[in-house]
């Protein structure tokens, strides 16, 4: 079975915000993760930078928001 732990990088730290994650929906605003037993965890002005299988992460990090200005 493959479960993801999900990280989440933002000015330059790390920090894990779920730990076996099931499903990994990307959206127009932002990811949408989901496991067996929780409620899905919506993370707005994200996106995926990486997912490492041999390791079972995913990698997000905060959106450039000056882009869409």
Same mark, same amino acid.
């Given at each position: 079975?493959? !479960?993801?732990?999900? %990280?989440?990088?933002? !000015? @330059?730290?790390?920090?894990?915000?779920?730990?076996? =994650?099931? %499903? %990994?929906?990307?959206?127009? +605003?932002? =990811?949408?993760?989901?496991?067996?037993?929780?409620?899905? *965890?919506?993370?707005? @002005?994200?996106? =995926?930078?990486?997912?490492? *299988?041999? $390791? @079972?992460?995913?990698?997000?990090?905060? !959106? $450039?928001?000056?882009? +869409?200005?």
């Amino acid at each position: 079975m493959c !479960q993801l732990k999900a %990280v989440v990088e933002r !000015q @330059g730290s790390r920090e894990t915000v779920m730990e076996s =994650v099931t %499903v %990994v929906d990307v959206t127009a +605003d932002g =990811v949408i993760l989901s496991t067996y037993f929780e409620e899905p *965890l919506t993370l707005r @002005g994200v996106r =995926v930078r990486s997912v490492d *299988l041999l $390791n @079972g992460s995913i990698l997000l990090m905060e !959106q $450039n928001t000056d882009r +869409d200005k």
